[in-house]
């Protein structure tokens, strides 16, 4: 884990940002006295926040507010608000305000054979990671950036289908809220109303005949700024936009209670037992599609998935079957 001794600069400014989490005006003297600092210390704090993609609003003789407030994980409401299940299940939380990649933080803690079963949150990616190479956007409380660290003993096929499954656990946590027309997009994205809402990064380490470990990486836009998304190179949606109101600290213990029992009997059950989930949520069932891998590509019609969460495409020259990695999906317009 990162030093915990040393505090980062974001983590410096936790104090006022949970001063200014309500969105209300706050004067710089009352929040200089909760604080202990002068105005003028106030006042350096507040610079900084527009660095982390913060909007201050000042107004002159009363003060500063974030308008809109911030809703700021907690690692007490996200343990209080989980299952019996994912309870029993789970060794450790923890939420960071800000981490290169939750991913590459529990990759290495697995190294260290102190990995299984441990959940990292992070208020903000510095460097967060998408899948086949990209960057994953994750400003400070505008995402929900979770990774989850998992000891396997059946080598890696007994993973098979895994990152699909991962968005049928994100799709049945988004429904225990009501989200509207929430579709999964083979292999690793989670959509709703036709555009990215969340995506999936799996990560392996170890023997991928024996012992391995993984880490189940979830991104989930919730409340980016139309700014902060200018580097998002697909159509993208956001949970503020779709169903608002819904607390991160919720969201996140709610996907958790979904992935943790799945993740327990994942060996056991494989892919087969949420081949039909899946099946129920696929975005481009019975459409036609074009799959590219590098230089190479092919179209035909998206026929669902097999067993072990391979894309079956019904092409002109019979059913072909696609297995994850490297491969990129699109409608055909
Ligand atoms: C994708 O490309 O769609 C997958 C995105 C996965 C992003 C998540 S955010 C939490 C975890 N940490 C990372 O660096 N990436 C994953």
Redesign the pocket.
């Known amino acids: 884990m990162q030093d915990e001794a040393v505090k980062t600069p974001l983590e410096q400014l936790r104090p006022v940002l949970e001063l200014l989490a309500d969105g209300e005006m706050h004067s710089g003297e009352s929040l200089g006295n909760a604080l202990g600092i002068s105005r003028a210390a106030v006042w350096k704090q507040l610079q900084k926040l527009e660095y982390y993609g913060l909007t201050l609003e000042s107004v002159k003789g009363r003060g500063y507010r974030l308008p809109g407030g911030l809703d700021l994980l907690s690692e007490k409401a996200i343990s209080e608000q989980l299952g019996g299940s994912a309870r029993a299940l789970l060794r450790e939380l923890r939420v960071f305000d800000e981490v290169g ?4 933080l529990l990759l290495e803690r697995l190294e260290q054979g102190r990995g299984h079963a441990v959940a990292v949150l992070a208020e903000r ?1 510095s460097a ?4 086949r190479g ?1 960057n ?1 956007i ?1 400003p400070y409380a505008s995402s929900l ?3 989850v660290g998992w000891d396997f003993s059946g080598g890696v096929q007994c993973l098979e289908g895994l990152s699909l499954a991962v968005g049928v656990a994100v799709a049945r946590a988004l429904a225990r809220f009501s989200v509207a027309d929430v579709r999964l997009k083979w292999p ?2 989670v959509w709703c109303q036709g555009r990215k809402l969340a ?3 799996l990560e392996l380490k170890g023997d991928l005949t024996d012992r391995c470990s993984v880490v189940i ?3 989930l836009n919730n409340g980016l700024s139309a700014k902060t998304a200018e580097g998002i190179d697909q159509p993208w949606t956001d949970l503020q936009q779709v169903r608002p109101g819904i607390g991160r600290s919720e969201l996140a213990a709610a996907i958790l209670d979904e992935l943790l029992p799945m993740l327990a009997t994942y060996p056991e059950k494989g892919f087969a037992a949420y081949r039909e989930a899946w099946a129920a949520l696929d975005q481009f069932a019975g459409q036609p599609v074009q799959l590219q891998s590098g230089s190479l590509s092919w179209r035909g019609i998206a026929a669902g998935v097999d067993d072990k969460g391979a894309l079956l495409l019904d092409t002109e020259e019979g059913q072909k079957s696609f297995h994850g990695g490297e491969i990129s999906l699109r409608g055909q317009v």
């Open positions: 990649s939750t991913n590459s990616q967060g990671r998408g899948r990209r994953w994750s950036s979770l990774s690793n994205d995506g999936v990064l990486g979830i991104g």
